[in-house]
């Protein structure tokens, strides 16, 4: 992202006192376009819609929680309603900051940020997809959400230039379709019960209307959402692709999360680590 | 004897009442208190659509007065001012930026416009080079947390180039006490002016001082100003006006 900043003068980025470090040459370079704006989420928004106002494109990054639902409206009215550019990079995923409890976790941020009309949001498993996703959305005129995670997932099939739905494998009449980091557990499922794969790591109206048409026209009978964020945040997007199969919704459990630890802790407490996951696929196959 | 502005202001406020009294709707009292804030920097600075200057409502509920100048100026039509709130129109309760010719910020929600307006100066300051940046505020707006964050900004990156016009007319009183309010602003790094809302020669004096730091002008103001039945009574806040009380406001105005 520096060196985007660095050539393109309309990029703002402002940093809410997190990731201070790693900006520090940037900052040193060019300190009126990045700042340590400090902690002050609804203004820090408010600020970023004034820069966009004015013709830039402010990127904001802070923790998910601090980044999304502290600033709520702000996101909602000053670039929702307003129609403003802007790039808002978070970091934590859903619960990456586990030890530090529920305060530091928002596995509601999809939900949320899909009630806020034109947001589109990228969900990069890997460095790699990142990068590639910064250089193609930053300078594009439009509202972004960049959810990112402490967890890498690396596998040669990912293509990191596509915003797309990318089928993996087509082995079953099952298909799990996998969202952003979840795709490592997808992976690992769906080579555990030979199952097919569709990885989507972006959920625009584009990626959603390809994923709805591929669900449509490929015939499965059974699909399986897995998504690191709350359960349900997606299917209501997808419901043409998903009439007439069977669905089993996994995601994120909606109830708080009281537990520490680690995010593989976590997971295994609240269902999410591959062989519970593995576990539960198998008997909604089953069952049907 | 009346002057030219004296007669501008009480146009102005009949022009607030006839688009409240036509839509049945409106924050009448809201408006009366910042008509001459508005008329001033309206006129005497490039606050107009592509203007150099830019002026955010951030009291969104006060936009008749704004619609009345922005009418009065020819941004926006003689038929759109009597269709306030109507599907016919571009005026609603709360301006549009995406339809208002001159208005450059969708507010409504308290607490929005001014930090906009912080970002806004800090690139006028740091990208463009030039250009005042002024946000009219509501004092009960003051409650929201996100100006004082905003204001921490702008003193913080020395944006003198920001004017906080403060319009003082004590609706806030009921829920929380703000004085001593211009204290307040001057700790958060303010240059602190005091005018008399409604006087004029006072705004204009005030106005030349800007520049020289961040400025908050807390402008004593009479809410429902201009309309004696109006004048601070809480229940007018967002009453609408019967053709008897449009009456008699307007012969109160004439």
Redesign the interface.
């Known amino acids: 992202m520096s060196d985007l900043i660095e050539h393109h003068?309309t990029l703002v980025l402002l940093l809410g006192d997190i990731g201070v470090f790693g900006f520090k040459d940037s900052i040193a370079s060019h300190p009126?376009r990045v700042l340590n704006?400090?902690i002050?989420e609804?203004?820090?928004?408010?600020?970023?819609?004034?820069?966009?106002?004015?013709?830039?494109i402010?990127i904001l990054h802070t923790i998910a929680p601090f980044l999304i639902e502290r600033p709520y409206?702000?996101l909602k009215?000053?670039f929702g309603?307003?129609?403003l550019s802007g790039k808002f990079v978070s970091v934590g995923g859903s619960f990456d900051y586990a030890a530090l409890g529920a305060t530091h976790h928002a596995p509601g941020d999809i939900t949320a940020l899909l009630a806020i009309p034109g947001f589109e949001i990228f969900l990069p498993a890997n460095s790699e997809e990142l990068e590639n996703m910064l250089r193609t959305e930053l300078l594009r005129e439009s509202l972004s959400y960049f959810r990112l995670s402490e967890s890498e997932f690396s596998d040669p099939r990912l293509d990191p230039s596509a915003s797309m739905p990318q089928l993996l494998s087509k082995s079953s009449n099952t298909v799990i379709v996998a969202f952003g980091t979840a795709v490592k557990e997808g992976v690992e499922v769906s080579e555990a019960l030979d199952l097919s794969l569709i990885y989507m790591n972006a959920i625009t109206t584009v990626s959603v209307e390809k994923l709805t048409g591929l669900l449509t026209s490929s015939g499965f009978r059974n699909v399986v959402i897995l998504q690191p964020f709350y359960q349900g945040s997606i299917s209501h997007l997808i419901q043409k692709g998903l009439n007439g199969k069977y669905v089993l919704d996994l995601g994120v459990p909606r109830k708080f999360i009281h537990d520490y630890g680690t995010v593989e802790e976590i997971k295994l407490s609240i269902g999410l680590d591959g062989d519970r996951l593995k576990s539960q696929v198998e008997e909604f196959i089953n069952e049907q | 004897m009346e002057n030219g502005d004296d007669a501008n202001v009480r146009a102005l406020r009949r022009s607030i009442l006839s688009i409240a009294f036509n839509a049945q709707e409106g924050h009448v009292p809201s408006a009366m208190s910042i008509v001459e804030p508005l008329y001033v920097v309206f006129r005497d600075w490039d606050v107009g659509e592509g203007g150099s200057d830019s002026f955010i409502l951030s009291k969104g509920h006060g936009c008749l007065a704004l619609y009345a100048v922005l009418g009065n100026l020819g941004l926006v039509s003689p038929e759109d001012m009597k269709s306030l709130g109507s599907s016919k129109g571009i005026l609603g309760g709360h301006p549009d930026?995406?339809k208002v010719p001159g208005v450059?910020?969708?507010t409504g929600?308290l607490?929005?416009g001014?930090?906009?307006?912080?970002?806004?100066?800090?690139?006028?300051r740091?990208?463009?080079g030039s250009g005042t940046v002024f946000a009219l505020l509501g004092d009960g707006e003051c409650n929201e947390?996100?100006i004082w964050?905003?204001a921490?900004?702008a003193s913080?990156h020395g944006l003198s180039n920001l004017v906080a016009w403060i319009d003082f007319n004590h609706s806030g009183d009921r829920a929380l006490s703000l004085e001593p309010l211009a204290e307040k602003w001057a700790a958060f790094g303010f240059r602190v002016l005091e005018v008399d809302g409604h006087d004029i020669q006072e705004i204009e004096r005030a106005l030349m001082l800007v520049g020289d730091a961040p400025t908050a002008i807390i402008a004593h103001a009479t809410k429902g100003k201009g309309v004696s039945f109006m004048e601070n009574a809480p229940a007018w806040h967002h009453s609408v006006l019967d053709e008897d009380s449009f009456e008699i406001a307007m012969k109160e105005l004439s």
């Open positions: 003068d009126r704006i400090g002050l609804q203004a820090m928004t408010s600020f970023a819609a004034g820069l966009a106002l004015s013709g830039k402010p409206e702000q009215i000053d309603y307003q129609g | 930026m995406r450059l910020a969708s929600s607490g929005h001014f930090p906009m307006a912080v970002g806004l100066a800090y690139s006028k740091h990208f463009s947390g996100a964050e905003a921490l900004l913080t």
